[in-house]
Protein backbone atom coordinates (compact mmCIF):
# COMPACT_ATOMS: atom_id res chain seq x y z
CA UNK A 1 0.00 0.00 0.00
CA UNK A 2 2.85 2.81 0.91
CA UNK A 3 3.87 2.41 -3.10
CA UNK A 4 2.12 5.44 -5.48
CA UNK A 5 3.13 8.53 -6.99
CA UNK A 6 3.61 11.90 -5.44
CA UNK A 7 5.79 13.35 -3.00
CA UNK A 8 4.02 13.76 0.17
CA UNK A 9 5.45 14.80 3.26
CA UNK A 10 3.91 14.61 6.64
CA UNK A 11 5.01 18.05 7.99
CA UNK A 12 5.10 19.37 11.69
CA UNK A 13 7.42 20.99 14.59
CA UNK A 14 7.95 20.45 17.96
CA UNK A 15 8.08 22.68 20.51
CA UNK A 16 8.01 22.66 24.42
CA UNK A 17 4.84 22.99 26.21
CA UNK A 18 3.39 22.49 29.34
CA UNK A 19 0.89 19.03 27.96
CA UNK A 20 2.09 16.50 25.61
CA UNK A 21 0.11 16.63 22.71
CA UNK A 22 0.24 16.16 19.14
CA UNK A 23 -2.66 17.97 17.09
CA UNK A 24 -3.00 19.09 13.13
CA UNK A 25 -3.07 22.72 12.90
CA UNK A 26 -3.36 24.92 9.90
CA UNK A 27 -0.15 25.30 8.22
CA UNK A 28 -0.61 29.28 8.91
CA UNK A 29 -1.06 28.32 12.91
CA UNK A 30 1.23 31.04 14.62
CA UNK A 31 2.52 28.34 17.01
CA UNK A 32 5.01 26.82 13.58
CA UNK A 33 7.03 29.91 13.08
CA UNK A 34 6.62 31.88 16.39
CA UNK A 35 10.46 31.36 18.49
CA UNK A 36 10.30 28.02 20.53
CA UNK A 37 13.54 26.73 19.80
CA UNK A 38 13.42 23.72 22.05
CA UNK A 39 12.10 20.89 20.11
CA UNK A 40 15.71 20.38 18.12
CA UNK A 41 16.68 17.17 18.43
CA UNK A 42 13.69 15.25 19.10
CA UNK A 43 13.00 11.86 17.50
CA UNK A 44 9.44 11.19 15.95
CA UNK A 45 8.49 8.02 14.97
CA UNK A 46 5.44 7.17 12.20
CA UNK A 47 3.66 3.72 11.81
CA UNK A 48 1.04 3.93 8.63
CA UNK A 49 -2.58 2.95 9.45
CA UNK A 50 -1.86 1.22 12.45
CA UNK A 51 -5.16 0.11 13.54
CA UNK A 52 -5.23 -2.08 9.57
CA UNK A 53 -2.32 -4.87 10.38
CA UNK A 54 -2.45 -5.86 6.65
CA UNK A 55 -1.95 -2.18 5.75
CA UNK A 56 0.67 -1.00 8.71
CA UNK A 57 4.20 -0.09 7.60
CA UNK A 58 6.64 2.02 9.74
CA UNK A 59 7.09 5.43 8.51
CA UNK A 60 10.49 5.13 9.93
CA UNK A 61 11.92 7.96 12.35
CA UNK A 62 13.43 11.52 12.02
CA UNK A 63 14.88 13.89 14.24
CA UNK A 64 13.72 17.59 14.16
CA UNK A 65 16.44 20.15 12.96
CA UNK A 66 17.58 22.68 15.60
CA UNK A 67 14.46 24.99 15.56
CA UNK A 68 11.94 21.37 15.81
CA UNK A 69 10.87 21.09 12.15
CA UNK A 70 10.48 17.56 10.62
CA UNK A 71 9.16 16.05 7.10
CA UNK A 72 8.68 12.77 7.08
CA UNK A 73 8.02 11.11 3.80
CA UNK A 74 4.71 9.03 3.12
CA UNK A 75 4.52 7.40 -0.05
CA UNK A 76 0.87 5.78 0.15
CA UNK A 77 -1.37 6.36 -3.27
CA UNK A 78 -3.32 9.59 -2.52
CA UNK A 79 -1.46 10.68 0.69
CA UNK A 80 -2.54 14.20 1.04
CA UNK A 81 -5.71 13.92 0.17
CA UNK A 82 -7.11 10.77 1.13
CA UNK A 83 -8.20 9.81 4.55
CA UNK A 84 -5.40 7.21 6.53
CA UNK A 85 -4.21 7.28 9.89
CA UNK A 86 -0.56 7.44 11.04
CA UNK A 87 0.36 6.81 14.68
CA UNK A 88 3.16 9.10 15.96
CA UNK A 89 5.63 8.77 19.00
CA UNK A 90 7.65 11.68 19.76
CA UNK A 91 10.71 12.06 22.40
CA UNK A 92 13.46 14.46 23.55
CA UNK A 93 15.28 14.08 26.32
CA UNK A 94 14.35 15.51 29.45
CA UNK A 95 10.98 15.77 27.77
CA UNK A 96 8.27 13.76 28.19
CA UNK A 97 7.50 11.48 25.49
CA UNK A 98 3.47 11.45 23.63
CA UNK A 99 2.12 9.07 21.15
CA UNK A 100 -1.09 9.48 19.21
CA UNK A 101 -2.95 7.90 16.15
CA UNK A 102 -3.82 10.98 14.30
CA UNK A 103 -5.44 11.41 10.39
CA UNK A 104 -2.39 12.34 7.71
CA UNK A 105 -2.71 15.62 7.81
CA UNK A 106 -3.71 17.29 4.38
CA UNK A 107 -1.15 19.49 2.54
CA UNK A 108 -2.85 22.98 3.70
CA UNK A 109 -1.87 21.35 7.38
CA UNK A 110 0.93 20.81 9.63
CA UNK A 111 1.64 18.43 12.66
CA UNK A 112 2.63 20.39 16.01
CA UNK A 113 4.18 18.48 18.78
CA UNK A 114 4.40 19.55 22.63
CA UNK A 115 6.74 18.19 24.62
CA UNK A 116 6.91 19.34 28.36
CA UNK A 117 9.85 19.01 30.31
CA UNK A 118 10.13 16.39 32.78
CA UNK A 119 10.90 12.34 32.83
CA UNK A 120 9.73 10.34 29.78
CA UNK A 121 7.58 7.63 31.33
CA UNK A 122 5.69 6.92 27.62
CA UNK A 123 5.19 2.78 27.25
CA UNK A 124 4.99 2.25 23.87
CA UNK A 125 2.50 -0.76 22.90
CA UNK A 126 3.98 -3.97 21.63
CA UNK A 127 3.98 -4.20 18.25
CA UNK A 128 1.06 -6.65 16.96
CA UNK A 129 3.87 -8.58 15.24
CA UNK A 130 6.32 -8.42 18.17
CA UNK A 131 3.18 -9.91 20.33
CA UNK A 132 1.99 -13.07 18.16
CA UNK A 133 5.30 -14.36 17.63
CA UNK A 134 6.34 -13.50 21.45
CA UNK A 135 3.05 -15.36 22.60
CA UNK A 136 3.47 -18.02 19.80
CA UNK A 137 7.10 -19.14 21.21
CA UNK A 138 6.42 -21.83 23.69
CA UNK A 139 4.12 -23.48 21.17
CA UNK A 140 7.10 -23.51 18.66
CA UNK A 141 9.25 -24.85 20.69
CA UNK A 142 7.36 -27.42 22.17
CA UNK A 143 6.77 -28.60 18.66
CA UNK A 144 11.07 -29.71 17.99
Not at 16 to 21: E, M
Not at 37 to 65: H, K, N, Y
Not at 94 to 113: A, E, K, N, T
Request: negative net charge.
Amino acid sequence: MLTGCGSYAMQGRVVRGSVANIQIVSKNDPRLTEDNPTGGGAVVQGIFEPDTPSERQSLGQVVTDGQGYFSMPVSAMGSGFLEYEAMLVARREGHQGVMRIIDLPRSSQRVLITLPLGRDTLRVPEGFLDQTLREAKPYLEESR
